[in-house]
């Protein structure tokens, strides 16, 4: 066994010992030693400087890939952590909208007979909340749907009066 060097003093040496040689710039290995070894290769004078042997090139991936899975982790996280507070701020501007929304139905709702009657109920009427990737999250996808959803909260609303009026 050698004495341990550093991969660099070793190429440092190597080279010194075989100025054509071919080898790993990351371990240091020996490919070859003459240049006809390596001749059919039709490496350039550039390529064989930076040559880097099979093994260290599937570890470099390897760690190419975990730092890429590491990376994606990361932006999945930052994203889940994101998606959580922008849902947050989403659903109190949300009920901050439908009250006005609800209000304003009221308003201008408050003529229709008192016979009116819809079987859906609020809960069926509101779209879900569906969550965007990046940006703001939207709690309806259309302008109809945010309508309908105000609607819906408004008719429950003048339900639960009527109820609570012939009670
Ligand atoms: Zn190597």
């Known amino acids: 066994m050698p004495p341990m060097i550093s991969p660099q003093a070793a190429i440092v040496i190597l080279r010194r010992q075989h100025p054509d040689a071919l080898m790993c ?32 090139r599937q570890a470099l991936e390897e760690i190419e890939r975990d730092a890429e899975a590491r990376c994606e982790n990361l932006v999945l996280a930052r994203a889940a952590r994101g998606r959580q507070k922008n849902s947050d701020a989403g659903r109190s501007s949300s009920v901050g909208e439908i009250s006005r929304e609800v209000s ?29 990737r990046g940006g703001r999250p939207r709690k309806y996808h259309t ?9 819906g909260y408004s008719r429950a609303y003048r339900l639960r009066r009527k109820e609570i009026a012939l009670a």
């Open 25 to 56: 710039v990351q371990c240091a290995r020996l490919l070859a030693t003459r240049p006809e070894s390596y001749r059919s290769s039709k490496l350039t004078t550039v390529e064989r400087e930076t040559y880097v042997c099979a093994e260290c």
């Open 104 to 132: 304003e139905r009221i308003k201008s709702d408050a003529d229709l007979p008192s016979g009116f009657s819809d079987a859906r109920t609020p809960a069926q009427d509101a779209a879900p909340v569906k969550v965007h």
């Open 143 to 151: 302008e109809k749907e945010r309508r309908q959803a105000g609607r």
